[in-house]
């Protein structure tokens, strides 16, 4: 099925036209994307994918309000993150629990500085507290701009929302985060001594 050459566009318009096959491949071609979004917003697998599911119903359910404004993934990275955003207003309960270990994309997050591992869990979790402890819209633009890669622009068009929104969450959130984790700048200041 991963080898399914039609387009994105395509395999949603096939999805709205009665292919059985054409949801779950376009699923299946982004599903990693999706789940990182998903898990990086929630910080609970379970509740990632609680969220995450969720969000494939709705946009199967939805396929056919697809206008082509945005690129689909941009559509499906919006339902993700709105999924998420309303299981977070549900539950009302913020727990943070550490993001999995994946040392590959931990690299990419800036979170390894050294070989010692205990550091890195501990320093990746005070990254996640610090996450629980802003409001839900501006982890959520910190998320897709500071940890996914997305450009203000992409993550204003999957939280539906403006650029100078997006950018008005980001500058906020980061300056609540900086007094939460200034601890881990004196660490590195201290190590690079």
């Not at 005070?126 to 501006?138: E, S, W, Y």
């Not at 906020?172 to 004196?186: D, F, I, M, Q």
Request: charged share 30%; glycine share 4%.
């Amino acid at each position: 099925m991963t080898d399914d050459e039609r387009s994105d566009n395509e395999l949603l318009s096939d999805h709205v036209a009665g292919d059985p096959n054409a949801f779950e491949v376009l699923v299946a071609r982004h599903s990693n994307r999706l789940w990182a979004i998903a898990l990086r917003t929630m910080r609970n697998p379970e509740e990632a994918a609680d969220a995450l599911q969720d969000a494939y119903i709705s946009a199967f359910r939805r396929a056919d309000t697809f206008r082509g404004d945005a690129a689909v993934t941009t559509w499906l990275h919006r339902i993700v993150v709105n999924a998420c955003l309303d299981r977070i207003r549900r539950n009302k309960v913020r727990r943070a629990e550490p993001l999995p270990d994946d040392p590959d994309r931990a690299v990419e997050l800036g979170i390894i500085t050294d070989s010692d591992q205990l550091e890195i869990k501990e320093r990746r979790a005070d990254v996640v507290n610090a996450l629980a402890r802003i409001n839900a819209d501006q982890r959520a633009a910190l998320v897709l701009v500071d940890m996914e890669g997305y450009s203000v622009e992409e993550a204003a068009a999957i939280l539906g929302c403006a650029t100078g929104t997006i950018k008005s969450r980001c500058s906020r959130g980061r300056a609540k985060l900086v007094p939460l984790l200034s601890h881990l700048r004196e660490t590195r200041a201290e190590a690079n001594a």
